[in-house]
């Protein structure tokens, strides 16, 4: 595709409520990542897959969110049980190869939890 | 946690002057990028500088390196309305995780 898309774009969730939100990357990029960004805030890293592989999620914040990306491509963050704090925006990021070069980002889906 | 800080948090000045944005860090690290984020929307890479490269430029935008300070700045001469956004600088401490800072709020009065 011609860029990084997230959907959905606004999520509105009921506290206990379970949701999942998608990324595509860009078409052959191998690396994805998922931030989560509070309002003012800089990105927080949450995790990192290499294709398929998950290779960290040590920012993911409790066993309540989970990732994957069965086919090296799209990718899901899910996450179980939303509460209050897990309002925010979460964006998804691509690179051609590995680490250590520059991200494509999609525009993020901000998620408010009730 | 977040390895980089960005100074100043907040930046306003006149269209057609610069901007200097300070990041600071914590560990070694391989590359240096900045990216732009306009309001309610992604991140947008700018510059990456390596390791081993003390300044680069790119168009109005001049980025310097210091990893003896563990330091960098990003110049924009020229503002222009246009550049009003949030800046932050991002480290790379492994292959697998790059960390942004918090962030610049820059806003060019016209």
């Known amino acids: 595709g011609a860029g990084v898309s997230q959907s959905p774009r606004y999520k509105v969730a009921k506290r206990g409520q379970d949701v999942a939100l998608r990324c595509d990357p860009i078409s052959g990029h191998v690396s994805l990542f998922w931030y989560q960004q509070a309002l003012g805030q800089g990105p927080e890293f949450l995790t990192y897959f290499q294709n398929e592989a998950q290779l960290d999620k040590s920012g993911l914040p409790s066993d309540r969110f989970f990732a994957e990306r069965p086919e090296g491509s799209v990718s899901t963050l899910k996450i179980q049980r939303t509460q209050q704090e897990d309002s925010a925006v979460y964006l998804c990021?691509?690179?051609?190869?590995?680490?250590?070069?520059?991200?494509?980002f999609g525009s993020g889906t901000q998620l408010s939890v009730l | 946690s977040q390895q980089g800080e960005e100074d100043p948090q907040a930046l306003s000045i006149q269209e057609g002057e610069n901007a200097t944005m300070n990041c600071s860090y914590k560990?070694?690290?391989?590359?240096l990028q900045w990216y732009r984020q306009n309001s309610g929307r992604g991140l947008v890479h700018l510059i990456l500088i390596r390791s081993n490269e003390r300044e680069k430029h790119s168009g109005r935008l001049r980025v310097t390196l210091d990893t003896s300070k563990k330091s960098s700045s990003l110049l924009i001469t020229a503002s222009r309305a246009a550049d009003t956004a949030s800046y932050f600088c991002?480290?790379?401490?492994?292959?697998?995780?790059?960390?942004f800072g918090s962030g610049t709020r820059l806003s060019i009065r016209p």
């Open positions: 560990t070694s690290i391989n590359n």
């Open positions: 991002a480290t790379d401490s492994s292959a697998s995780k790059i960390i």
């Open positions: 990021a691509s690179s051609l190869s590995g680490g250590y070069e520059k991200l494509f």
